[in-house]
């Protein structure tokens, strides 16, 4: 494993106060590189990621529009190893907004049935 590499910069400037020229140093480590990509193979996995898609049941239309969109544009970057989490969380995104859509139609279902009652029974 390589070490990394520290990045040493010295500008020399004046100082405001005395007009003296001083030095001011600083460090910094280089990015570290996660992947290399050829335009091709990100489009790959966009195309990967799409087809999954189909497998996913959505909220509604509009969801899985949005994300075919945000994959559409050329600033969103993805390699292979980010197909199955992205796909994971959507599924879960989708399963959770699902689950509540239908515990609100099932608390509106009963919140009816508990008037029809009270009304019948006046």
């Known amino acids: 494993m390589s070490e990394q590499k520290i990045i040493k910069t010295i500008i020399p400037e004046f100082c405001p106060h005395c007009g003296e020229k001083i030095y001011i140093g600083s460090q910094s480590m280089p990015l570290n590189v996660t992947s290399i990509s050829k335009e091709s193979d990100i489009l790959e996995v966009k ?3 799409k087809e999954r898609l189909n497998d996913i049941t959505f909220n ?3 969801e899985k529009v949005k ?3 945000w994959l ?3 600033t969103t970057f993805l390699d292979a190893s980010d197909i199955e989490p992205l796909i994971i969380q959507i599924s879960r995104e989708q399963v959770e907004m699902l689950a509540t859509k239908q515990e609100i139609e ?3 279902k009963n ?3 508990k008037q029809e009652k009270n009304a019948n029974s006046n």
């Open 47 to 49: 195309g990967k990621i």
């Open 60 to 62: 509604n239309e509009s």
């Open 106 to 108: 099932n608390e509106n």
């Open 111 to 113: 919140n009816n049935d």
């Open 67 to 69: 994300i075919e969109h």
């Open 72 to 74: 559409s544009l050329k």
